[in-house]
């Protein structure tokens, strides 16, 4: 569950009217929802401008000064001078881009020890750079779970995921989010010498809640299945040296594919698969997420590797990050509001509002007051709760969290919410 | 297990979910007739799976728009199990 707006993560059909030759009809119906909730007079949730960012933590929004606690910049290197700097000899001595795939033209100096950095970072003999996290999933899962095969997967997994499963045409067999017996018995029922892939995720971006994998891995094992976990919002923050949760639930040997992004923690753009199966290295010739798309640029992949190496340090951020969220839990706790976890698990925070009229109300006031945060609403929430969701930065000061929790107060009460 | 048996077991395990009292008939439709929502479809779902000991995949269910068809291809998947 994440960046849906008017869809959730598990796709949708969605019905033709009959007899009507447009075919941008079939989205009346959304068109409808999105005119009714401007004509309230809100602001427009879903289409903020920063027009000048200040640092990791603040940006001129719609005109204002506000602190951002709404994006994935989790461990605060979007301005890391030794990251710019990466990046910007890149582009001096290599170019804007690459112009080709990865297979032809597209792979530089700086692909290769982008590889090498996620190899280091992750301890791990393969990695495989993508252009984006969203194609690392499509294209690993669609390329190793094909007709025939089964998928074992949460019912909470992001858009990317379920993509993967569509394309592949594997058997799509989901399960009630974090249940561990729910899990267990569909991978008892699979039928005998089918291929199995159990697919998690460390962090659940809604809630900010994490899987249970220590018990999940072992029975996926147990089953003889494959493990792939998508860790894109715990890289370089939860477990010892930043490999996820994974890494903090002690499992990280038993499981085959680790996917990941740049786009949060690194603070660029474009993903990746890291894996120690002997035979992962032809997947770049048959996966055609990979194949058939432009290569990142060699400014990109050179701030990626140079973020990615300063990440293994980073154990200093990483514990104050942790001071953080359980300063904002406590302090939002405190104030009244209902959480969406009862103990802070990751580096997001799910405030749960009453309804959607109410949350969209306290979004254009927090926003008013100079704070941004998620909107996230139905259809793209489970069990259509609307959400603010937080997500702290590990640059983000004590002090700016005290703020942050004066603003918080401040429109609660002035929206009636608290 | 025939057809009528599971029909009946599966009129038993709707229930909880037919919250408007739809009256159940072959070509009553989960998502117009029922208005079941995808969190509704996978509790469900799970239900049926759970009495059945089969597995009905999301490829499976999409090929499942009514009550008839839900009776066929569970009959059809627990005779295989």
Known sequence: ???????????????????????????????ALREGLLSQGREDPFNLVMEKVLSPTRAICNGRETILLGTYNYMGMTFDPDVVEAGKQALADFGTGTTGSRVLNGTYQGHKECEEALRDFYQMDHAMVFSTGYQANLGIISTIAGK?????????????????????????????????????????????????????????SMLGDIAPLKEM????????????????????????????????????????????????????VGGFCVSNHPKFEIMRLVCRPYVFTASLPPSVVATAATSIRKLMHGSNKRAHLWENSKNLHKGLRDLGFKLGTDEPQSAIIAVIMPDLEKGAHMWETLIRNGLYVNLARPPATPAGMTLLRCSLCAEHSEEEVGQILEIFEKSGKETGII | MD???????????????????????????????????????????????????????????????????????????????
């Not at chain 1, 499992?251 to 992004?261: E, H, L, N, W, Y």
């Not at chain 2, 009553?28 to 509704?40: A, G, I, M, P, R």
């Open chain 1, 217 to 268: 891995v072992a029975i996926a094992k147990k089953y003889g299945a494959m493990v792939l976990v998508d860790e894109a919002h715990s890289m370089g923050f939860i477990g010892e040296n930043g490999r996820g949760v994974v890494e903090d639930a002690g499992v990280i040997d038993d499981v085959d594919f680790i996917i990941g992004t740049f786009s949060k923690s690194v603070g660029t």
């Open chain 2, 3 to 81: 057809r009528a048996e599971v029909d009946t077991k599966i009129r038993a395990l709707i229930e909880p979910f037919n919250k408007k009292r739809v009256e159940i008939r072959e070509e009553t439709t989960f998502q117009n007739d029922l208005e079941f929502d995808s969190l509704t479809v996978m509790d469900f779902v799970a239900e049926i799976e759970d009495e059945f000991d089969i597995i009905i995949s999301m490829n499976q269910q999409a090929e499942i728009e009514n009550y008839g068809q839900l009776v066929d291809a569970v009959h059809k998947l627990q005779a295989d199990a």
């Open chain 1, 1 to 31: 569950m994440s960046e849906g707006i008017s869809q959730p993560d598990q796709p949708q059909p969605i019905e033709a009217h009959a007899g009507d030759k447009d075919l941008f009809s079939k989205f009346d119906d959304i068109i």
């Open chain 1, 148 to 204: 025939g095969d089964y998928i074992v997967l949460d019912i909470d997994s992001h858009a990317s995921i379920w993509d993967g499963c569509a394309m592949g045409q594997a058997e799509v067999v989901p399960f009630k989010h974090n249940d561990i017996e729910a899990m267990e018995k569909r991978l008892k029922r699979i039928p005998e010498g089918a291929g199995k892939l159990v697919i998690l995720e460390g962090v659940y």
